[in-house]
Each structure stands twice: as structure tokens, then as C-alpha cells.
């Protein structure tokens, strides 16, 4: 099955990617054609199996038998913590407007 | 010198050269070999030198040194390293520098192991040829026509070219296993959980895993002892004590009961391949192993679930990337923004950012994945596929239950072929996943795994021996690699 090219523009929106045409019309064919493989999961009798969405049961880290004590402990600093971003202003990052 | 962890460890503790000398050497192989191999995207230079000269005078003083003292380790260039650029082989984090260490590359530090820098990898661990690193594909040092595997091929070739003696990896579907296949070293994947994935740029975060390569399986062990182990800033680290993982090399392998999936042996497997793995088989059984067959039965449907499950997972954590906090910022030209043909509502100045910094700083693997991802986890599909896949994910670990039920641990082929060719493989997305179709199922199922080098093909490329172990029994794996390793090289 090929993506039709409204439902990969639909995903291009969700994922924030904005596209060029012929990247939009060659990755519909390339995403269709994986989507059709991964279908023969459809053939798979599943009835009462129950979802793996994680292998390791994720309990809270602990110390002994009871909750961690919650210690203050040295982060990162916020010059730091904004040397990476592309730009800061006022002490925080900056980003375009988004309100119209 | 190009010596073995467990050499070069016990020459610096003793003092008979020092941790400088091993990293001017290390320095030495890189210098003279990457432009070829294309190995390292970064070599911390100074910053290895100082470590040197801080182990050197630790000793001086008269001081212990740790188990990998003066070991010069590569690290893949998804794990962060705290001043040192770390790129996960994007555009999108081309010069970024994290502030702080990832959980392994602080144990490093403290075990005084040597850190000459970061190893190229498939951009964001996606990729099974190193060829979707947006810095140009790694090199097979065994023919530099070939592929070195991927997503680790750069910490792969680090090792087998004698850079390094070790090298850490992450594992997501075979990311160590099977470039370790393809260039002759070995290539540890332990259970899910044993290793703290705190400053690992996450991939799929239910199946990344960190482990090592090394030139052999002790030299593996004890980097494993160094990075295993309990951490609190990641709750999927487990709290398992950590097993003598070089003591359990050179145990006996008598009596141990290996099974043998017929669904690894099947269409599509290399005849020398096959033939290689199965000579191997045959030598642990004259060692004393006792050999039963074992189905695994969902074993084909692993490629599929894989690539469900993992993109949907890729599709979420890559949503950071945005041009805001870290990375890559692109300013879209205002006047052609979001205001293409068919009058879609015209988005804001942020999202048009957000939207032009993700097309310009991903490439072209990524962007399927995200998109795949995506799909899967979008309204109306769900259920068809990502909720299926977590079923099927559910038969895959039960076929291992019962197969464990029966055998200590499962012998069976890396990869269906040796290294295939550069450019082999990059216009057919399909055909390069379905290169993963035997480590798949052990991530999927959270268990260790093991990549050694066995009998090579007569144009003499690797070919890797798989040994999977149940959870948390990784020294039942290093027990077989090690005679197998053994045994060839008596």
C-alpha cells in the first residue's frame, strides 16, 4: 500500500517536519511499502496476549526498603544549562513568536 | 602493542609503561588511519593526554589504580561526554557540547580508563551500515569496500583496526552485535536494565542498551563489570548485583546445555555463514556442551515488530530536537511559511522553526522513522499496529521462556551475512532492517547477548557466533564465548 499523500502530509504535521515536494512524494512510497510489510502482523493470533510495553518493571529507585531521602544535590548551573541553546535572551531561551 | 584490555591494564598498574605512552600510541593509530576509516568524529586529543598525566601521577603518588587503568576506550557519539562534542551523527547536534557525563563515561573516568573521543555511528543509532551518519559512512577495515554494520560501526572499526582495545556501543536491534559480526570483534549487548542509560541520546528507550566491544571476550567482561550497575537517575537500571563476568571466563562449559532455533538457520542465510556457525556449534559440543534444538517459532515476525515498536518510541524522543534548548536552529524565510499551495492555516513563527530546523537537521532515515513512528501511534491506526506489535513483542519473549526452560543459553548466527557493500543496500530501506532479523528478537525480549568472532568466510570476512543468555545471566554467555574463543585459538 502506498501512504496517500494527504495522510503523510498529515504525519509530516504531527512530527513538525516541514517537507519539500519530492521528499513528501518519495517518502509516501518508501513509508507505504514498510507499512505493508509490517502488516503481516495482522496474521498473528493475539487473543488474550497482553501488550509488552516494557520488559524491566519500572519501580521507583529506592535505597534499602523504603523511598530514597529526597537530597538537595548540585545541578547544572544556568549558564550551563543555556550554553547549547542556539539563542538566549533574558536569561532563557529564546524562541519566536507563536501567538497571532 | 596493540594489546588487549586486560594487558595494557596490568602494564600501567605495575608500572611497566605509562597510561601517556599508551595514549600517545592510541593517538598514534588514529592519527594514521582514521582519514581511511573514517572511525572517530572527534578525537579528545588534550583532553586524553590529561587523563594520562593525572593516572601517571595517581601511581606516582603511590596510589591504586582502577581495573582499566591507562585502557584507551572509544565511546559512540551518542553518549554525552561532558565538554567534548557529541553528535549522534547529525546535523542537528553538529556542535553541540553536553555539560555533563553520561552514567558509563563517569564509570570510566573513575575505573581510569582513557577516553580518546567519539566514534561515528548511523545518526541517532538508526541504521545498520553506518551510512546514514550525516558524516559520511565508517570503513570496514577487513575490505574498505564493505560496510562496518551499524549503528556502532565506528566503535566497531575503532577496535578492529587496533585504535582502541575496547569501545562502547548502544544496542537498540543489534547495533553492537552486529557490526562486531562484521569486523571480527567482540560485541557484548547485556540484559535490558543492567547498564544505566543516563546520558545516552535516547533512541527507543524500552530496547537501548550500552555495552562493549573489545579485541576479546575478557577484555568485554571486565568493561562490563566497570559500566554495570544500579543508577538513580535511571529508574530502568536494575538493582541485580553484578555477576563476576571475568571470573566466569574460562569455566568449564561441561554439561552446559546450548539450543540450537532452527528459524536462525533459514532462507536467506549465507551457506558459509551458516557453515561457520554450525562448525562452531560443533566444537562446543565436542567441548562438552550438550546441543538440543529449540523453536522459536515468532522469530520471522521480529522485523516487523522491531520497526513498529522502535519508531514509535524514536518518533517521541526525537520530538526535543526542536532548535530551542540545544542543537541546530534554522530560521525559515517568513514569506514562505507555512503558506504553501493549498492554504493550510498559517502556523506560527515558532512552529515554522520547529519545522524548518527538523527538516534541515535530520536526514533522510531519520525523517522515515519519525514519520513511520508517527503513523503507527497516530488515531485509527494504534491499535492495528502499535498495540499489536506490543502482543507480539509479549510471543516473541515467550518463545525465549520456554526455549530457557529447556537450554542455559541459545547459539545461533549475528547476522544472516557477512559484511554486505557499501551502497549495497541504501536504496531498499526494507532490505537493509531485514539485516537485523537475528538480533532483533533478544532486544525485544530485554536479554543479554553476545557477538564472537568465528571461522571466517573464504574471502576471509568475519562472520559472528551469537550466544543469548537469559536475563541476568550474562555470565553464562561469557562462559561459552570464552571457550569457543578459546578453542580457536589453540
Same mark, same amino acid.
Given at each position: 500500500?502506498?501512504?496517500?499523500?494527504?495522510?503523510?502530509?498529515?504525519?509530516?504535521?504531527?512530527? $513538525?517536519?516541514?517537507?519539500?515536494?519530492? $521528499?513528501?512524494?518519495?517518502?509516501?512510497?518508501?513509508?507505504?511499502?514498510?507499512?505493508?510489510?509490517?502488516? $503481516?502482523?495482522?496474521?498473528?493470533?493475539?487473543?488474550?496476549?497482553?501488550?509488552?510495553?516494557?520488559?524491566?518493571?519500572?519501580?521507583?529507585?529506592?535505597?534499602?526498603?523504603?523511598?530514597?531521602?529526597?537530597?538537595?544535590?548540585?545541578?547544572?548551573?544556568?549558564?550551563?544549562?543555556?550554553?547549547?541553546?542556539?539563542?538566549? $535572551?533574558?536569561?532563557?531561551?529564546?524562541?519566536?513568536?507563536?501567538?497571532? | 602493542?596493540?594489546?588487549?584490555?586486560?594487558?595494557?591494564?596490568?602494564?600501567?598498574?605495575?608500572?611497566?609503561?605509562?597510561?601517556?605512552?599508551?595514549?600517545?600510541?592510541?593517538?598514534?593509530?588514529?592519527?594514521?588511519?582514521?582519514?581511511?576509516?573514517?572511525?572517530?568524529?572527534?578525537?579528545?586529543?588534550?583532553?586524553?593526554?590529561?587523563? &594520562?598525566?593525572?593516572?601517571?601521577?595517581?601511581?606516582?603518588?603511590?596510589?591504586?589504580? /582502577?581495573? %582499566?587503568?591507562?585502557?584507551?576506550?572509544?565511546?559512540?557519539?551518542?553518549?554525552?561526554?561532558?565538554?567534548?562534542?557529541?553528535?549522534?551523527?547529525?546535523?542537528?547536534?553538529?556542535?553541540?557540547?553536553?555539560?555533563?557525563?553520561?552514567?558509563?563515561?563517569?564509570? +570510566?573516568?573513575?575505573?581510569?580508563?582513557?577516553?580518546?573521543?567519539?566514534?561515528?555511528?548511523?545518526?541517532?543509532? @538508526?541504521?545498520?551500515?553506518?551510512?546514514?551518519?550525516?558524516?559520511?559512512?565508517?570503513?570496514?577495515?577487513?575490505?574498505?569496500?564493505?560496510?562496518?554494520?551499524?549503528?556502532?560501526?565506528?566503535?566497531?572499526?575503532?577496535?578492529?583496526? /587496533? @585504535?582502541?582495545?575496547?569501545?562502547?556501543?548502544?544496542?537498540?536491534?543489534?547495533?553492537?552485535?552486529?557490526?562486531?559480526?562484521?569486523?571480527?570483534?567482540?560485541?557484548?549487548?547485556?540484559?535490558?536494565?543492567?547498564?544505566?542509560?543516563?546520558?545516552?541520546?535516547?533512541?527507543?528507550?524500552?530496547?537501548?542498551?550500552?555495552?562493549?566491544?573489545?579485541?576479546?571476550?575478557?577484555?568485554?567482561?571486565?568493561?562490563?563489570?566497570?559500566?554495570?550497575?544500579?543508577?538513580?537517575?535511571?529508574?530502568?537500571?536494575?538493582?541485580?548485583?553484578?555477576?563476576?563476568?571475568?571470573?566466569?571466563?574460562?569455566?568449564?562449559?561441561?554439561?552446559?546445555?546450548?539450543?540450537?532455533?532452527?528459524?536462525?538457520?533459514?532462507?536467506?542465510?549465507?551457506?558459509?555463514?551458516?557453515?561457520?556457525?554450525?562448525?562452531?556449534?560443533?566444537?562446543?559440543?565436542?567441548?562438552?556442551?550438550?546441543?538440543?534444538? *529449540?523453536?522459536?517459532?515468532?522469530?520471522?515476525?521480529?522485523?516487523?515488530?522491531?520497526? *513498529?515498536?522502535?519508531?514509535?518510541?524514536?518518533?517521541?524522543?526525537?520530538?526535543?530536537?526542536?532548535?530551542?534548548?540545544?542543537?541546530?536552529?534554522?530560521?525559515?524565510?517568513?514569506?514562505?511559511?507555512?503558506?504553501?499551495? /493549498?492554504?493550510?492555516?498559517?502556523?506560527? &513563527? %515558532?512552529?515554522?522553526?520547529?519545522?524548518?530546523?527538523?527538516?534541515?537537521?535530520?536526514?533522510?532515515?531519520?525523517?522515515?522513522?519519525?514519520?513511520?513512528?508517527?503513523?503507527?501511534?497516530?488515531?485509527?491506526?494504534?491499535?492495528?499496529?502499535? +498495540?499489536?506489535?506490543?502482543?507480539?513483542?509479549?510471543?516473541?519473549?515467550?518463545?525465549?521462556?520456554?526455549?530457557?526452560?529447556?537450554?542455559?543459553?541459545?547459539? #545461533?548466527?549475528?547476522?544472516?551475512?557477512?559484511?554486505?557493500?557499501?551502497?549495497?543496500?541504501?536504496?531498499?530501506?526494507?532490505?537493509?532492517?531485514?539485516?537485523?532479523?537475528?538480533?532483533?528478537?533478544?532486544?525485544?525480549? /530485554?536479554?543479554?547477548?553476545?557477538?564472537?568472532? #568465528?571461522?571466517?568466510?573464504?574471502?576471509?570476512?568475519?562472520?559472528? %557466533?551469537?550466544?543469548?543468555?537469559?536475563?541476568?545471566?550474562?555470565?553464562?554467555?561469557?562462559?561459552?564465548?570464552?571457550?569457543?574463543?578459546?578453542?580457536?585459538?589453540?
Amino acid at each position: 500500500m502506498d501512504l496517500d499523500l494527504d495522510q503523510l502530509r498529515h504525519m509530516a504535521v504531527l512530527a $513538525e517536519l516541514s517537507l519539500g515536494e519530492d $521528499e513528501e512524494r518519495r517518502l509516501a512510497v518508501e513509508i507505504g511499502r514498510i507499512v505493508a510489510y509490517v502488516a $503481516e502482523l495482522e496474521m498473528i493470533d493475539t487473543t488474550n496476549i497482553p501488550p509488552t510495553a516494557h520488559v524491566a518493571g519500572i519501580e521507583p529507585v529506592r535505597s534499602g526498603d523504603g523511598w530514597r531521602d529526597d537530597v538537595a544535590k548540585p545541578g547544572l548551573s544556568h549558564d550551563e544549562a543555556l550554553a547549547g541553546a542556539p539563542r538566549a $535572551e533574558h536569561e532563557g531561551f529564546a524562541v519566536p513568536g507563536f501567538i497571532e | 602493542m596493540n594489546e588487549d584490555v586486560i594487558a595494557i591494564a596490568g602494564r600501567v598498574q605495575r608500572g611497566e609503561t605509562t597510561a601517556v605512552a599508551v595514549a600517545e600510541h592510541a593517538l598514534g593509530r588514529i592519527d594514521a588511519m582514521n582519514g581511511e576509516l573514517n572511525a572517530f568524529l572527534t578525537v579528545a586529543r588534550e583532553e586524553v593526554l590529561e587523563q &594520562a598525566r593525572a593516572i601517571d601521577a595517581k601511581r606516582a603518588r603511590g596510589e591504586a589504580l /582502577g581495573p %582499566l587503568a591507562g585502557v584507551p576506550i572509544a565511546l559512540k557519539d551518542a553518549l554525552c561526554t561532558r565538554g567534548v562534542r557529541t553528535t549522534c551523527g547529525s546535523k542537528i547536534l553538529e556542535h553541540w557540547v553536553p555539560p555533563y557525563d553520561a552514567t558509563v563515561v563517569t564509570k +570510566l573516568r573513575q575505573a581510569d580508563a582513557l577516553l580518546p573521543g567519539k566514534t561515528n555511528m548511523d545518526e541517532f543509532a @538508526m541504521g545498520s551500515s553506518n551510512e546514514s551518519s550525516a558524516f559520511g559512512p565508517v570503513k570496514n577495515p577487513r575490505d574498505l569496500a564493505r560496510a562496518p554494520g551499524g549503528s556502532s560501526g565506528g566503535s566497531a572499526v575503532a577496535v578492529a583496526a /587496533g @585504535m582502541t582495545p575496547a569501545a562502547l556501543g548502544s544496542d537498540t536491534g543489534g547495533s553492537i552485535r552486529q557490526p562486531a559480526s562484521f569486523t571480527g570483534t567482540v560485541g557484548v549487548k547485556p540484559t535490558y536494565g543492567r547498564v544505566s542509560r543516563f546520558g545516552l541520546v535516547a533512541f527507543a528507550s524500552s530496547l537501548d542498551q550500552i555495552g562493549p566491544f573489545a579485541t576479546d571476550v575478557r577484555g568485554a567482561a571486565r568493561v562490563l563489570s566497570v559500566i554495570a550497575g544500579k543508577d538513580e537517575r535511571d529508574m530502568t537500571c536494575l538493582a541485580a548485583p553484578a555477576d563476576d563476568f571475568e571470573g566466569a571466563c574460562g569455566a568449564s562449559v561441561k554439561g552446559l546445555r546450548i539450543g540450537v532455533p532452527e528459524e536462525y538457520f533459514a532462507k536467506g542465510l549465507d551457506p558459509e555463514v551458516e557453515a561457520s556457525v554450525r562448525a562452531a556449534i560443533a566444537r562446543l559440543e565436542a567441548d562438552g556442551c550438550i546441543v538440543k534444538k *529449540v523453536h522459536l517459532a515468532h522469530t520471522r515476525h521480529a522485523v516487523a515488530t522491531y520497526y *513498529v515498536l522502535a519508531t514509535a518510541e524514536a518518533s517521541s524522543n526525537l520530538a526535543r530536537f526542536d532548535g530551542v534548548r540545544y542543537g541546530l536552529r534554522v530560521e525559515p524565510d517568513r514569506r514562505a511559511a507555512g503558506s504553501g499551495v /493549498g492554504a493550510a492555516p498559517t502556523k506560527s &513563527a %515558532l512552529r515554522a522553526m520547529y519545522g524548518a530546523t527538523r527538516d534541515a537537521g535530520f536526514g533522510a532515515e531519520v525523517k522515515r522513522r519519525i514519520l513511520l513512528g508517527t503513523f503507527v501511534l497516530s488515531a485509527g491506526y494504534y491499535d492495528a499496529y502499535y +498495540l499489536k506489535a506490543q502482543k507480539v513483542r509479549t510471543l516473541i519473549r515467550r518463545d525465549f521462556d520456554a526455549a530457557f526452560g529447556e537450554v542455559d543459553a541459545i547459539v #545461533c548466527p549475528t547476522a544472516p551475512t557477512p559484511a554486505f557493500l557499501l551502497g549495497e543496500k541504501t536504496s531498499d530501506p526494507l532490505s537493509m532492517y531485514l539485516s537485523d532479523v537475528y538480533t532483533l528478537p533478544a532486544s525485544l525480549a /530485554g536479554l543479554p547477548a553476545i557477538s564472537v568472532p #568465528c571461522a571466517p568466510t573464504a574471502a576471509g570476512l568475519p562472520v559472528g %557466533l551469537q550466544i543469548i543468555a537469559p536475563a541476568l545471566r550474562e555470565a553464562t554467555m561469557f562462559t561459552l564465548a570464552s571457550a569457543w574463543e578459546g578453542s580457536t585459538r589453540s
